[in-house]
């Protein structure tokens, strides 16, 4: 696969004082490069996705006829050997064609730049702050989809950073900061993750008005001081604002309940740590559209594919040690007291059957968010293809996507995020009570 | 005259009504497949099939309430051409024909098209 060299040198462009023009170099820079090293092909996206569409075929193909070997009755078995390892062959083969597909995909995350820049400039402008946005993107690369998917969080994330996080240049000069305010744009490639960062050197998020809003909004509890991840999983609670007027920075309040969402529909999350230091707005999301390694579980009859990354164990949960508490579950496992879901139920398709002894469970681990999970089954990990829903649309904010497993079987992906976002939101049970 | 109003329809059976759709809107009439029922998805909507190698969301346009166990659904599936690709469950696939309006009223045929089922079946507008 030929990668287009693309060269984004730390730009560091001063926004504030007005007048000054949005920088525009990054894009003539790249193609410059691009020619000096390889030369390249515009191609339609359909294009790609129409091999892509012919890969999975053959992919499809290939297990169907795995399927249709194994289940042969009376093969001899040194024929079925030879099959199964021309098989393989095969099935790398594609995997690997598909791979190389999907890295055509890729564009450059410093493509973004120079849009954020002239965002910056303007937000900069109206709420009268100096703002200088820097970008450190490398030469990162992620699916053409999820770059343009990546826009609108960005966005909105530096205008939040501008509104809500870089204090006026007054202040910035009293507390013997540079009077302008830094904005980075980091990326950098994980694994099979890519993660761009939005940081801020403004005055970081004021936990204790967003805990004081929060109460007042009843979205956390009265009676106790939740911790700090709860209270910072309330800036992505819908219609949540700290601002006592709308602003036409950021509209209602932060907002951050849309760029959640926009993430987690392309199987990414969002991090956010804050201190006097400022504010880091972490961006997850996988660098191709596909590949995702899953955990299959069942639920009434049907299959859902949990991200492995967040299941931290498999267990066997014994229903006689679950303790019941305003209608929820809890267990109380090394010491920490852990929310029990059915999933089953969570989706609407059944429950666990309260006769059962021991019942499968998948721990989920994430802060903030550690819970177990009751599934009817739990099946192989697999490595899936990830796609969206398409038109088809549900009422639970955990089904984010669909993919293949089998021969042809559509199974659904869950984003456990999602699924203990309720319980997040109205706090964890006592925790500290032991 | 009729000549230019006669269209190339595909159509099929729904229960006990013969539906149509132009032959321009269908990109294919699938043999029979299981559709995964999407959880919390409207009634419209039966769930979602994978084919070639595409999640294709299906539309159930059966008048009779879903079943209560919600037992898995099956049948051939008339996958609509469109960008944002969909499905319609048909319980049988009748036949391509060329009829005029005349004709459709005579035999009680009821002609969908791709823009209202998308209305219909998702709320969408396109």
Redesign the interface.
């Known amino acids: 696969v030929v990668r287009r060299a693309f060269v984004a040198a730390s730009i560091d462009e001063r926004i504030h004082p007005p007048g000054t023009a949005a920088p525009e170099g990054a894009p003539e820079s790249a193609s410059a490069s691009a020619a000096q090293s390889t030369a390249t092909v515009r191609v339609r996206v359909e294009r790609i996705d129409g091999l892509l569409e012919g890969l999975a075929g053959l992919l499809h193909a290939k297990s169907a006829l795995d399927e249709a070997i194994a289940s042969s009755p009376a093969a001899d078995r040194m024929q079925r050997t030879a099959l199964a390892q021309i098989l393989r062959r095969l099935d790398s083969t594609i995997r690997s064609l598909q791979e190389d597909v999907l890295d055509v995909r890729l564009v450059a995350v410093g493509t973004l730049v120079p849009k954020l820049q002239r965002i910056a400039w303007s937000a900069a402008r109206e709420a009268g702050k100096s703002v200088r946005l820097a970008a450190d993107v490398r030469d990162v690369e992620v699916d053409k989809e999820i770059v343009d998917a990546l826009v609108a969080p960005l966005a909105h994330l530096v205008r939040n950073a501008i509104d809500h996080g870089i204090e006026e240049e007054r202040e910035r000069r009293r507390l013997g900061k540079d009077p302008v305010g830094t904005i980075r744009i980091d990326a950098r490639g994980e694994g099979a993750e890519t993660i761009v960062e939005v940081v801020d050197d403004g005055s970081g998020i004021d936990l204790s008005r967003v805990l004081e809003k929060a109460r007042r909004q009843g979205l956390l509890p009265n009676d106790r001081r939740p911790v700090d991840a709860e209270i910072l999983e309330v800036l992505f609670a819908p219609g949540f604002t700290t601002r006592e007027t709308v602003s036409t920075l950021s509209g209602r309040g932060v907002g951050l309940d849309a760029v959640r969402e926009t993430i987690q529909r392309w199987g990414g999350i969002i991090e956010v740590e804050t201190g006097a230091k400022g504010t880091r707005m972490r961006l997850r999301v996988p660098t191709t559209r596909a590949i995702l390694s899953g955990l299959l579980v069942r639920a009434g009859r049907e299959t859902y594919v949990l991200p492995l990354a967040v299941v931290a164990q498999v267990i066997k949960v014994r229903l006689a040690d679950v303790e019941h508490r305003n209608g929820e579950g809890s267990l109380r496992r090394g010491g920490q007291t852990l929310p029990v879901l059915d999933l089953a139920a969570l989706l609407g398709v059944g429950q666990v059957d309260p006769a059962a002894g021991l019942v499968p469970g998948v721990r989920l681990a994430g802060p903030g968010r550690e819970a177990i999970l009751l599934v009817d089954e739990v099946g192989a990990r697999r490595d899936v293809v990830s796609r969206g829903l398409g038109l088809a649309r549900s009422s639970i904010p955990a089904i984010v996507g669909t993919t293949e497993v089998g021969s042809g079987r559509t199974a659904y992906l869950l984003d456990p995020v999602l699924l203990t976002e309720r319980r997040s939101k109205w706090g964890a049970p006592e925790e500290k009570t032991a | 005259m009729t000549q230019a109003l006669r269209r190339t329809l595909v159509t099929f059976w729904i229960e006990t009504k013969l539906f149509a759709l132009d032959v321009l809107d269908v990109q294919e009439v699938t043999p029979v497949?299981?559709?995964?029922?999407?959880?919390?998805?409207?009634r419209s909507?039966a769930?979602?099939?994978?084919w070639?190698?595409?999640?294709?969301?299906v539309l159930d346009l059966r008048e009779h309430d879903a079943s209560p166990d919600?037992?898995?659904v099956r049948g051939p599936i008339v996958v609509l051409r469109r960008p944002?690709?969909?499905g319609v469950l048909v319980d049988r696939a009748d036949g391509i024909r060329r009829m005029e309006p005349a004709a459709l009223e005579r035999e009680q045929v009821t002609c969908l098209d791709a823009k209202s089922l998308?209305a219909r079946?998702?709320?969408?507008t396109a």
């Open positions: 497949l299981e559709v995964t029922p999407l959880p919390g998805a409207p909507v769930g979602v099939v994978t070639r190698g595409a999640s294709v969301p919600s037992s898995r944002e690709r969909f998308l079946g998702f709320g969408r």
